[in-house]
Structures are given as structure tokens and as C-alpha cells.
């Protein structure tokens, strides 16, 4: 079933440009089957975001995270050995519970993001969903709400994606992904004040481990 919000009904407000504050490394996070990191690179990186993921920045993301793959700020573990079973992003340092990453087979229409209760990321369940009829959605977008507030990820861009949140009637970009490496590694810069990062993260990867992935 389409999801009820279209990026059509919000047309991008041009006059905002991302302005990142916030950059994660997620090491293996895609197509990934038992565990994977999520590295906190915000203020370690010495090349500038100008608006997109040059070679430069790309590569200094990558040797910052090599620095620090010690010390993640979350990490994921898998309820299992394939692919497509319950993921569970943990704080590294305490090991509490984030939230839970549902990407089970049935679950092809829609991801769910379960947050435990008195979470400081989302007061509800968060739902994932295609853009159009599950199959033939041309537009590569993906749509959920959080705190009553439509957000989209567009994946129109090829390897590159772009995160955007719903103001005034608007599309306004608080974050972008891009791929690096073997298609196992992406860079996730943010606009921490728009965004919640945990929210970011999670929904990032049930979208890099979209309906079209399969186990091998």
C-alpha cells in the first residue's frame, strides 16, 4: 500500500544548504549478517564537507575511522546468521539496548525501528516505507515519521543519499550517505540539530539493506 506521504506534496526548499555538524562511519553496515560498527567521526575530520562527498573527505572519514575502530560509538549485533533477522544497535560503552532494526522477510513492504521505552531518540515505533506500490517504486524514496514529522530519504541520486526533512510544507536536506570502499562501508554526515542520530543511523541502514537485498 502507498505510504501517505509523497515527496511530490512537499517540494525541496532550495534556499537551505546542509550544513553537517554531525559524521558517522558505519563500518559494514551494509548487506552485513552478525555484527557491524557505527563510529562517531564528528570533529576528526580535517577535510570540510563542501556540499558533497569529495575523494578528499571520503578518504580522510575512512583513516579517522581505521584510527578509531576501537573505540564505536554503537555497535550492531544480529539476533542470527542471515541477513534478513532482528539487528540490535547497542551503546558500545554500556552495552544498553538503542533500538531494534526489524528487516525480517516479512517485512518487504515496510522496516520497523523499535525503540525501548523512555527513549531519548523516538517516543514511538518508528515504520519505514516505499514510496509508491512495494516493486515499482521508480522514485527510490523511502518515507517515515517521527514525532509527527514526515521525513524522506531519496535515493534518486545513484550511490549518493539524501536525507530530508518535512518544514512548513517543505523538503529541507538534514543529512547525505554515500558508499566507500567494497559496498560494505558508508559516510553519514548530518545536521544534528534537524535530526536525531540515532533516528538518522537506524533508518540509513534498513534503507542500505533495502527491500531488494537478499540473503546470499
Not at 570540510?48 to 572519514?61: K, N, V, Y
Not at 539487528?87 to 522477510?105: E, P, Q, R, Y
Amino acid at each position: 500500500m502507498p505510504h501517505p506521504f509523497h515527496p511530490d506534496d512537499f517540494p525541496v526548499n532550495e534556499d537551505v544548504v546542509l550544513n553537517p555538524n554531525k559524521v558517522y562511519y558505519l563500518k559494514g553496515c551494509i548487506h552485513f549478517k552478525t555484527s557491524a560498527k557505527i563510529i562517531n567521526l564528528s570533529g576528526h575530520i580535517r577535510q570540510p564537507f563542501s556540499g558533497d562527498f569529495s575523494h578528499a573527505f571520503l578518504d580522510d572519514a575512512e583513516q579517522a575511522a581505521r584510527k578509531m575502530d576501537d573505540s564505536p560509538t554503537y555497535e550492531i549485533k544480529s539476533s542470527g546468521n542471515m541477513m534478513r533477522t532482528l539487528k540490535t544497535i547497542t551503546d558500545a560503552k554500556s552495552g544498553s539496548k538503542v533500538c531494534d532494526l526489524n528487516m525480517t522477510f516479512v517485512s518487504f513492504a515496510s522496516s520497523n525501528i523499535r525503540f525501548p521505552p523512555g527513549s531519548e531518540h523516538s517516543r514511538h515505533e518508528v515504520e519505514m516505507c516505499p514510496v509508491g506500490d512495494v516493486g515499482h517504486d521508480d522514485n527510490k524514496h523511502e518515507a517515515f515519521v517521527r514525532h509527527s514529522i514526515p521525513y524522506f530519504w531519496d535515493m534518486t541520486r545513484g550511490r549518493v543519499g539524501i536525507l530530508y526533512k518535512c518544514l512548513n510544507q517543505k523538503r529541507v536536506e538534514v543529512g547525505r550517505v554515500a558508499g566507500y570502499g567494497f559496498d560494505k562501508d558508508v559516510v553519514l554526515v548530518l545536521n544534528g540539530n534537524e535530526v536525531d542520530d540515532v533516528v538518522a543511523i537506524s533508518t540509513c541502514i534498513v534503507l542500505l539493506n533495502g527491500r531488494d537485498a537478499m540473503d546470499a
